[in-house]
């Protein structure tokens, strides 16, 4: 239901939209006692639950001060006027292709900010064909993708590219990107993400399309390019030394970060080559895991894309959206992630990507909860314009400072010459 009426929606700095579900009270605990118990920014709590709300609420020490909005993501009226009294609005509601259209559609008519964990392509390339235009006459600046999808991933890539540039005089025309370990609970909201996406892929061909296409976050007029490396079953690298898996973020990580090459008018080259895949380890024993990842993951989808078995899955073996691992777990979760650059001139370049949390919830949280406050505090709207942006082209080298001062990663660059 919505407010009793809108005069009750308070103006504040940054409202967190889906404060109720999992990640969005992972995000108000993280968020809360850093930036909005000092004061230094107004916060409000948004869902479709008051109860649910309270509780949050209560669990946030200290907090006498704290607005509650409660209304409705099919809601257009309400979510209109929530966007007109907030300077940004940060989105953990997902699937964000069956509940976040309407929120990105206000906050780009109404000029303001908007940032969210979007790992769906072919959602994102709807928004922005939508309302690119609009935000750039609001002034809304729109940063999909800032979480797990796709920081490490597109600021891993900028980092490695200016460092590339600082020691070698320009950009890495080929990387990759390998997993080296990944620890954590499974995300009940990626595979209900995936899972929307398999369903949409069947009733639209053009969405398969989308899904198909590296370049299709691309500007207009640039959603064409070179044939891009895609690891779909299981290879060796000698690069990396280990067999290697599919990584299923790819689908979505590739695409950001050729948008934000095609944004900054191919910085990295318009034949950069990019993918990335899970590294298995070297010798019989990485080869076997690599294959029966690439079998399991390839089963997974096949599944998926019935809708008997599909149904079956969802309730036996996957977790459910707002599922998630206990804070122990969350703690004890890491990943690291190489990252090799190589040009024509033959230097290599390696780079380690590290998070020191479960990527999928304690890494994320603080992920997304720094790149809001960065592009609310840190980023002008001289510097920065209106429109779709990514991680990198939104807030850059600013949000890498701020996530190894406060999110609990790293970025180390490795000359491999």
Wanted: glycine share 12%.
């Amino acid at each position: 239901m919505g407010p009793d009426n809108n005069a009750r929606i308070p103006e504040v700095d940054i409202i967190l939209w889906g404060a109720t579900g999992f990640i969005g009270r992972l995000l108000a605990g993280y968020l809360w006692p850093r930036y909005g118990k000092t004061g230094e920014i107004s916060f409000a709590l948004g869902g479709n639950s008051r109860s649910e709300l309270e509780a949050v609420h209560e669990d946030l020490d200290g907090n006498d001060r704290l607005p509650l909005i409660v209304g409705d993501a099919f809601d257009r009226p309400f979510l209109e006027e929530m966007a007109k009294k907030a300077r940004l609005v940060v989105s953990t509601v997902g699937p964000y292709a069956k509940f976040g259209d309407n929120l990105v559609a206000a906050c780009a008519a109404n000029g303001t900010d908007y940032c969210d964990l979007a790992g769906e392509a072919q959602w994102m390339h709807r928004m922005i064909k939508a309302h690119q235009e609009e935000a750039k006459k609001s002034g809304a600046r729109l940063v999909h993708a800032c979480g797990f999808d796709s920081i490490p991933s597109d600021l891993g890539v900028l980092f490695l590219q200016n460092e590339a540039k600082r020691r070698f005089g320009g950009p890495m025309d080929r990387v990759k990107l390998r997993v080296k370990i990944m620890r954590g609970g499974a995300s009940g909201g990626t595979v209900a993400s995936i899972l929307n996406f398999i369903e949409e892929a069947r009733r639209d061909p053009d969405v398969l399309k989308i899904a198909k296409n590296p370049y299709a976050l691309a500007p207009e007029g640039m959603q064409t390019g070179v044939r891009q490396p895609n690891v779909s079953t299981f290879e060796y690298d000698p690069d990396a030394q280990s067999w290697l898996a599919p990584f299923v973020m790819a689908a979505v990580n590739t695409r950001v970060v050729h948008r934000s090459n095609a944004l900054m008018n191919h910085a990295w080259g318009r034949d950069f080559l990019y993918d990335e895949a899970m590294m298995m380890g070297d010798g019989i024993k990485g080869r076997f895991r690599a294959a029966s990842f690439a079998g399991a993951l390839g089963a997974f989808l096949i599944g998926s894309a019935f809708a008997p078995s599909r149904a079956i899955m969802k309730k036996t073996i996957l977790p459910k959206p707002g599922e998630g691992p206990s804070p122990e777990k969350q703690e004890k979760g890491f990943y690291k992630m190489l990252l090799i650059g190589k040009d024509e001139a033959g230097h290599r370049l390696d780079v380690n990507v590290t998070g020191d949390q479960d990527p999928g919830y304690g890494s994320t949280r603080k992920m997304l909860g720094e790149s809001a406050v960065c592009l609310f505090k840190d980023i002008s709207r001289q510097d920065l314009k209106g429109g779709f942006w990514t991680p990198a082209t939104a807030m850059g080298e600013t949000l890498i400072q701020r996530l190894t001062a406060n999110a609990g990663l790293t970025f180390d660059a490795v000359d491999s010459d």
